[in-house]
Nanobody, 116 residues
């Protein structure tokens, strides 16, 4: 089993910044990648960013490229999402996801609200 604890969400004005964290614990020996997804009210959950656990390769959704940065701390089993130049359309519940060879695990989500 894998447990994920997210933090860092909140309310921010447009143009502001937030940093999300996701700490993983449990059986992590076959972890392949960690990432962030988000789901706005009335919309489907969508991919935001991901990072490979070994090489650190990153990938981003077009909507956040140049504004968001994903990073990891292998020693702490933690992934971060630095979000800059936030827009009202970034408002959503942000979910952390761990991809293991044996399966995927999700966090409980953290709310990010960007006011205009």
């Amino acid at each position: 089993q894998v447990q994920l604890v997210e933090s860092g969400g909140g309310l921010v004005q447009a143009g502001g910044s937030l940093r999300l964290s996701c700490a993983a614990s449990g059986r992590l020996f076959d972890m392949h990648a960690m990432g962030w997804f988000r789901q706005a009210i009335g919309k489907e959950r969508e991919f935001v960013a991901a990072i490979s656990w070994s090489g650190g390769d990153t990938v981003y959704a077009d909507s956040v490229k140049g504004r968001f940065t994903i990073s990891r701390d292998n020693a702490k089993n933690t992934v971060y999402l630095q979000m800059n130049s936030l827009k009202p359309e970034d408002t959503a519940v942000y979910y952390c996801k761990v991809r293991k060879i044996s399966g995927d695990y999700w966090g409980q989500g953290t709310q990010v609200t960007v006011s205009s």
